[in-house]
């Protein structure tokens, strides 16, 4: 549960805006075909880790949540902890901005920043209503964001 006195807007609804902003992102049809290979979830293989706002931190945390886990666990190859062992993304649909974004080069790369930089400035800006700190590892986002739960 998010503590009032921590969030700058108590009317923000961080759930609502962060889908907006991802269907937003779906409707622009870049040519991208992510098919779910998951090279981008192997963060030491990829050579970076997601980025996380406080508001798709706290999504994230949602369908964490949602999937009856109250706390991360490491991965044992050093991947996303949300990685399943099927070698699937266990929030898929709860997956955050970079997620959405970073496409490994099979599938298309990565979308230029000009193609998206409204997007960000609008999970910036929810990130500062909320009391957030700009954006963070996954790990430590989502973790933080389910100790508040
Ligand atoms: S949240 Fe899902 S899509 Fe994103 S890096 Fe982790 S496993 Fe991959």
């Not at 921590?6 to 609804?13: Q, Y």
């Not at 706002?53 to 009856?68: D, F, I, K, W, Y």
């Not at 190859?77 to 099927?86: K, Q, V, Y």
């Not at 266990?90 to 930089?117: D, E, I, L, N």
Request: glycine share 10%; net charge positive; aromatic share 4%.
């Amino acid at each position: 549960m998010l503590t009032p006195n921590r969030m700058k807007n108590p009317k923000a609804d961080p759930h609502r805006e962060i889908k907006a902003i991802y269907a937003e992102l779906e409707r622009r049809l870049l040519p991208r075909q992510c098919v779910m290979r998951t090279g981008c979830c192997h963060f030491r293989i990829a050579g970076h880790t997601p980025l996380l706002t406080r508001g798709e931190a706290l999504h994230t945390a949602q369908g964490v949540r949602a999937s009856g886990r109250k706390i991360l666990k490491p991965h044992p190859d050093g991947a996303c902890p949300l990685l399943g062992r099927d070698g699937r993304c266990t929030v898929y649909a709860h997956r955050p901005f970079g997620c959405r974004t970073h496409f490994c080069a099979g599938a298309g790369g990565m979308y230029p920043r000009k193609h998206v930089a409204d997007l960000i400035q609008r999970l910036e800006a929810l990130d500062e209503q909320l009391g957030g700190h700009g954006s963070r590892p996954l790990e430590a986002a989502v973790s933080a964001a389910l100790d508040e739960m």
